[in-house]
């Protein structure tokens, strides 16, 4: 389940370089373009540390809550920002959302959280 772990906070390292590369890749408002680089460094940061403290997942999570709340609040430039924002929110919660490690069916070892 290690091997699972690492490929899941993986993904939210990857989201998280994709949000922080996309703030450089096209024209952002000031705001928005703030917000989409923090919001992936931030996202990077917990999902390394997840790799370590699985509980810092929920701190992706978190920030997956507030990307996708902001996408739609922060006055932007263009629709596409907007998109791609609360798309990567959404995979974002969702990856830090799943459990890390399943109980085995009589084991008295208790899910990870």
């Known amino acids: 389940m290690e091997h699972r772990m690492a490929a899941l906070r ?7 370089i994709w949000l922080l590369i996309s703030a450089f890749l096209w024209r952002h408002g000031r705001d928005e373009f703030t917000n989409t ?4 460094a931030l ?11 699985p509980r810092a997942r929920y701190a992706t999570a978190i920030l ?3 990307l996708f709340v ?5 006055p932007a430039l263009l629709m596409a920002t907007v998109w791609n924002n609360a798309l990567v929110a959404v995979g974002i919660l969702v990856v830090s959302l799943l459990a890390t490690d399943v109980a085995v069916r009589g084991s008295r070892a208790a899910r990870r959280v």
């Open 10 to 16: 993986g993904i939210n390292i990857a989201l998280g």
């Open 37 to 40: 680089w923090v919001v992936g």
């Open 43 to 53: 996202c990077v940061a917990f999902a390394l540390i997840a790799l370590w403290v």
């Open 64 to 66: 997956a809550v507030w």
């Open 70 to 74: 902001s996408a739609w609040t922060i």
